[in-house]
């Protein structure tokens, strides 16, 4: 997968346009102040003002703060500037680092089939005491998994998301198996290929599996799990076109733990670390899985499938039992799991659950510390027996409640999590759904930079 261009440079003596943050009491002087006047410019939040020099040539640019100052809004402000080169003016060093990462997620585009006018990127000179490199690597991280979630289906099938694994893997020296079609039976992964099999051969499911740093039996084990659902049709109980619109974003899990895990391991960080993903597309055929079915599943538990559209916790079932093979410390998995999560939170809060407090307190901590929201949710014990079955040992949809889903949803999970160390799932939507500058309408990295934040802090290099 491309990665885009570095848009954030080291401090070097390169000329390069100021931009300075303004907040609403800030004098402006002179034919400064009379421009900004005359623009309205008022220093609010995002707000952007470029000022041409008296030869007509861009000078500076004033960037509103708002009365305080949120990093974050330097996504907008890589949105709207024209190419060039630029530095901030009037920022606490102290907001540096998050400054910059904003400026380069601002500066994403999808831009895979879109002719564009070509015209040059803005560049950021690097905030004095900024890390460009593990800024960068961050960046490119949240990059890598909007783009394959914004990249259609067909062009992100699971042999694409293997091919993007394998990738990763060599890139770092890590090891990677990788299980496909019918040697998932074989090989014991029978709900992933349950889900799987309606997809032509060529779109066969997989289970893909990334070690590294396995021998430091020293170091704690951090094992991240991802739902690759690379087009979710509902199966059988087909989904409204409303619906399935924006379905080939339901690999996001798959992406985020692919991303997360490039970022854990280029960056070095003390664990020995399991990536473990299952690549499917839940697609109609006469193949397909049924509504009435009974799976059975890699930790034994027999599963009666009361809907085929509840498919990502079938397949996650299999991986999350994969990944408590080998007694993990801890384990983090991420899945566009359900529609309800957004009912419950909307789509810019992922829902998290764990039992852990601790690793609650520390993800919360430092998802506060980056900008990258997360909200616990309860995994409620009195809504266990929404997912009895029964014919069978557990069922995956939530029978006659119709309320609660991204928590029964979650209570299933928690049935097949390893018996071993701390486990958190969060249930992201790894979507903006509304176009602002910054935030393009596609793609989106949620809970990554929480969660690498949270291992950089217990698990430093
Ligand atoms: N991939 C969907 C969940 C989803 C839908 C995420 C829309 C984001 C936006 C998942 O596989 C699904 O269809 N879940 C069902 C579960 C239900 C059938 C129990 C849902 O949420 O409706
Ligand atoms: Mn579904
Ligand atoms: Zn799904």
Known sequence: MSLHPPILIAETDVVAVPVRLVGPDAAL????????????????????????????ALSEVLFGTGKTFDPKSMRGLAAKLPGGVYRLEGLAEA??????????????????????????????????????????????????????????AA??????????????????????????????LDENYPAVHAVGRAATTQRAPRVIEIGWNLTRTDLPLVALVGKGVVFDTGGLDLKSAAGMRNMKKDMGGAAHALALGRLVMQAGLGVRLVVLVAAVENAVSAD???????????????????????????????????????????????????????????????????????????????????????WRMPLWAGY??????????????????????????????????????????????????????????????????ACYEMLKRRYPV
């Open 95 to 152: 907001d540096g680092a998050a400054a910059a990462l904003a400026f380069l997620l601002g500066g994403y585009r999808f831009d895979r089939y879109k002719t564009r006018d070509g015209g040059e990127a803005a560049r950021l000179v690097a905030p004095p005491g900024v890390d460009v490199e593990e800024t960068l690597r961050i960046a490119a991280a949240c990059a890598l998994a909007r783009e394959m979630v914004d990249t259609p």
């Open 384 to 449: 266990k027996p929404s997912i009895d079955s029964e014919i069978a040992d557990v069922r995956n949809d939530s029978a006659a409640w119709a309320q609660g889903g991204s928590i029964t949803a979650a209570l299933f999970l928690q049935k097949f999590a390893p018996a071993t160390g701390a486990w958190a799932h969060m249930d992201i939507f790894a979507w903006n759904s509304r176009n602002r500058p910054g935030w393009p309408e596609g793609g989106e990295a949620q809970a990554m930079r």
């Open 288 to 374: 397909a899985f049924r509504p009435g079915d009974v799976l059975s599943s890699r930790k034994g538990l027999t599963i009666e499938i009361g809907n085929t559209d509840a498919e990502g916790r079938l397949i996650l079932a299999d991986v999350l039992t994969r990944a408590g093979e080998h007694s993990p410390d801890l384990t983090l998995d991420f899945a566009t799991l359900t529609g309800a999560a957004r009912v419950a939170l909307g789509p810019d809060l992922p829902p998290l659950y764990t039992d852990d407090e601790a690793l609650a307190a520390d993800l919360l901590s430092a998802s506060a510390t980056v900008g990258d929201p997360l």
């Open 155 to 184: 062009d992100m099938g699971p042999l694409q998301i293997e091919t993007i694994a394998r990738e990763i893997a060599e890139s770092v020296g890590a090891s990677i198996a990788v299980i496909e079609g019918d040697a998932l």
């Open 29 to 56: 002087e002179g034919h400064v102040g009379t421009w900004a006047a005359a623009n309205a410019f008022t220093g609010k939040a995002g707000q952007m003002l470029l000022v041409p020099g008296h030869d007509g």
